[in-house]
């Protein structure tokens, strides 16, 4: 069935290849697909890391699975690398996927502009870091350490492969803010473009940030050090996020209903309104980590920041699809998935401001916030996937991306909603097994609810990277992309 809004073809057949006989032949000798190509490769690079970390962190859940089971215990003779595998994982699943789509959709809007040379370091530099996080998690004795927002590993090998990762990432945000956009058939809508840039530029902060903090936090036990080292950027690293999902809310819903949210002007206040305050936090780390501003500082940011920007766009896009909604097709994917990010972003403003102390309560309001980061990511990535497949590739059904969607927010939902009830009968956080110490019948009815949501989540996100890796090995012919994005 053709997508609403004015930008949909039949997603049911593979979409018809763009005429390119005879090629116009261009300085050097290169044809229109050629170049076309040139300029998707970093796109493609930084998406293949994105699903690529999704899939590596899939398995790393498994062997966590894995090494419970009685018979293989014989295998892991090393106590601590389950934890290792849990802190991999989690870096693999947030930092590395958000921050890997961000750089995605950004080499889709800059295109064959970026410089090929500092593109291919920073590629190189990031399948470095990933390697170093793997090989981390095999270190025997290594000392995990669950720090918030971002768990290391206290071994070198481990935070070479941190350090490598994020210098790869920070070099490409560092081109993406100076390269201009594309203005070719396939350029992202200008707004689009603005909220990613603002993304690119709060991920910096963030480094910055991580720079700050490693050069004035002084020595102390592990579980200190560490987390004082990632408190400020990881708070920071958030904002970013938030512009990102924006960035594709914009994105999802000019391309549901046909017509852009919000001026790319508008869009430029708001998203400095939401990352320019996060620039003290570099200062405030330079001065010190154990200061109590850079501690509280955070927190208020993070707490003032996000949720007036977020209620503004969102605002916005109610009041465009109330006044369209005679037109739209409400069966499309792209409401499921604006839908489906925007219910998780409500839940986890209500989840945080409930939370009182160290509970379940937390766990339960960062999960429906990162799922609302997550499910907007993957909403978009179908349409990635069309922009940059070949030619003759065969798209998703959009019922099947429905579904999926659909799938994954409910039972993020759910997840969420289960750590919180159990968090409001004092279920403590960062507890697991025989430690948890569950004793009421609400901490029993919220971790079942918790695990009935994960399981169902599990199976949408299993259902997502079997559809994306069937459009990555699409990839592998050489024709031209099948369909341009909307200017």
Same mark, same amino acid.
């Given at each position: ?14 979409? /018809? +290849?763009?005429? #390119? ?7 050097a ?14 796109? =493609? ?19 966590? *699975? ?12 090393d ?5 290792? &595998?849990?802190?991999?994982? *989690? ?18 809007a ?25 090989i ?5 004795g ?15 090998v ?31 809508? /200008? ?24 050069q ?6 592990? +579980? ?78 993070? =707490? ?18 109330w ?11 792209r ?21 009182r ?13 990162i ?49 919180a009830?159990?968090? +409001? ?5 960062k ?15 919220? #971790? ?22 069937r ?7 050489? &024709?031209?992309?099948?369909? /341009?994005? /909307?200017?």
């Amino acid at each position: 069935m053709p997508s609403g809004g004015g930008f949909g073809y039949n997603w049911a057949m593979p979409p /018809p +290849a763009v005429p #390119l006989s005879p090629p116009v032949t261009l300085t050097a000798g290169c044809s229109v697909a050629r170049q076309d190509r040139a300029g998707l490769w970093p796109a =493609r690079g930084w998406f293949l890391f994105a699903i690529g970390s999704l899939v590596l962190a899939g398995l790393l859940s498994l062997m966590l *699975v894995i090494g419970r089971l009685p018979f293989l215990g014989w295998l892991f003779t090393d106590p601590l690398f389950f934890k290792r &595998a849990l802190v991999v994982h *989690v870096d693999l699943a947030i930092v590395v996927w958000f921050q890997a789509g961000t750089l995605a959709f950004l080499g889709l809007a800059l295109g064959p502009r970026l410089h090929r040379g500092v593109t291919a370091g920073a590629l190189a530099f990031a399948g470095a870091g990933v390697a170093g996080l793997l090989i981390g998690a095999l270190m025997p004795g290594a000392l995990p350490v669950l720090s918030n927002y971002v768990p290391v590993i206290d071994h070198p090998v481990f935070f070479a492969g941190l350090a490598s990762w994020f210098a790869g990432a920070g070099l490409f945000f560092g081109l993406a803010l100076f390269t201009p956009a594309r203005t070719d058939a396939k350029a992202l809508p /200008p707004a689009v473009v603005v909220a990613l840039r603002a993304s690119a530029g709060a991920n910096l902060i963030a480094l910055a940030t991580f720079l700050g903090a490693w050069q004035t936090t002084p020595d102390a036990i592990p +579980a200190v050090y560490y987390e004082l080292l990632f408190w400020g950027g990881g708070h920071v690293l958030q904002a970013a996020n938030v512009a990102v999902m924006l960035a594709l809310w914009l994105y999802l819903l000019q391309r549901w209903t046909g017509r852009p949210g919000l001026a790319p002007a508008t869009v430029t206040a708001l998203v400095t309104a939401l990352v320019l305050p996060q620039a003290v936090m570099p200062v405030l780390a330079f001065g010190g980590t154990t200061v109590t501003d850079y501690f509280s500082m955070a927190t208020h940011l993070m =707490r003032w920041t996000l949720f007036p920007t977020v209620l503004v766009v969102l605002v916005v896009a109610v009041v465009q699809v109330w006044r369209q909604r005679a037109d739209l097709k409400w069966s499309d994917y792209r409401f499921a998935g604006l839908a489906g990010s925007a219910a998780l972003t409500m839940l986890g403003f209500v989840l945080g401001a409930m939370i009182r102390g160290s509970s379940t309560l937390v766990p339960g309001h960062y999960h429906c916030a990162i799922g609302a980061v997550t499910i907007a990511l993957m909403a978009a990535a179908y349409d990635f996937c069309t922009a940059v497949a070949p030619a003759e590739a065969v798209t998703t059904p959009p019922r099947r991306a429905r579904l999926q969607l659909l799938l994954f927010g409910a039972g993020q939902a759910v997840f969420g909603l289960g750590f919180a009830l159990a968090g +409001a009968y004092g279920l403590g956080r960062k507890q697991y097994g025989a430690e948890q110490h569950v004793r009421t019948l609400g901490e029993y009815l919220g #971790l079942s609810v918790m695990g009935l949501g994960g399981l169902v989540a599990v199976a949408g996100g299993i259902f997502f990277l079997a559809v994306m890796l069937r459009h990555l090995a699409a990839w592998r012919r050489g &024709a031209a992309p099948a369909a /341009p994005f /909307p200017s």
